[in-house]
């Protein structure tokens, strides 16, 4: 069975540009999470969609960040206009409906803005 | 609102002795998870341990088992016989009960990369 799977794994762009990151969660997960990790300092969560639609927001930073879930399938998570401060490394997981079931992470996207 | 402390950025072991990675939490839930993941360099972060609060007995796998203080509000992993393949980050992370739905969002701690030294 295919794990979660985050595309691209590295992405260096400047200061303004936009990027979209990629996440396909394993197949027949209908939730899926966002988490961002900053240098040095802890993963922290963005967002919980439950099929395509989002259950929890509130960690998203701001309205530069765009999630979006098409069909309950895969989900995208764009910055547009990126800043420095976006520098990460982007986590995406996918579980199961099942009560505190364990969710698994894909390999994290390095994302470097300069 | 709940808090993770990983205490420990860094830390280096000898290939085949134990180590202890420390974590220390806060909350005012009584009943919660804690894991261990562990992410190797550039590959999925996988969950390599999990200890359910109510629970009084630590939790093992295999070479990996937990020090659960709840009193103290506590939770160190130990890695037995270490091995190159345990060199990676090691998060130690939060997830309160609930009861019904599925995983909910996870306090993580800022992590601890770990070096096995051969």
């Known amino acids: 069975e295919a794990g979660v799977t985050q595309f691209p794994s590295h992405s260096v762009i400047e200061k303004g540009q936009t990027v979209t990151l990629r996440c396909d969660p394993i197949?027949?997960?209908?939730?899926l999470y966002w988490y961002r990790r900053v240098m040095g300092k802890e993963i922290k969560f963005l967002l919980h969609?439950?099929?395509?639609?989002?259950?929890?927001e509130s960690g998203m930073p701001n309205n530069r960040f765009l999630a979006e879930r098409t069909g309950g399938t895969y989900s995208t998570l764009k910055v547009q206009p990126a800043e420095l401060e976006d520098s990460g490394v982007y986590f995406c997981?996918?579980?199961?409906?099942?009560?505190?079931?364990?969710?698994?992470f894909g390999q994290g996207t390095r994302l470097t803005v300069v | 609102a709940q808090t993770v402390t990983q205490s420990q950025p860094e830390m280096s072991v000898q290939e085949a002795e134990t180590v202890t990675l420390s974590c220390t939490y806060d909350?005012?839930?009584?009943?919660?998870?804690l894991f261990w993941y562990k992410q190797p360099p550039s590959r999925q972060m996988i969950l390599v341990i999990r200890?359910?609060?109510?629970?009084?007995q630590n939790a093992t796998e295999n070479r990996f088992s937990v020090n659960f203080q709840k009193a103290a509000k506590s939770f160190s992993l130990k890695i037995s016989d270490s091995q190159l393949g345990d060199t990676a980050m090691y998060f130690c992370?939060?997830?309160?009960?609930?009861?019904?739905?599925?995983?909910?969002?996870?306090?993580f701690g800022t992590g601890t990369k770990l070096q096995v030294i051969p």
């Open positions: 992370a939060f997830m309160k009960h609930q009861n019904s739905g599925g995983y909910q969002k996870v306090t």
């Open positions: 197949s027949g997960h209908d939730n």
């Open positions: 969609f439950v099929k395509e639609s989002k259950q929890d």
């Open positions: 200890q359910e609060a109510y629970k009084q």
């Open positions: 909350t005012s839930e009584s009943n919660y998870y």
């Open positions: 997981a996918s579980s199961q409906e099942r009560v505190n079931t364990e969710a698994f």
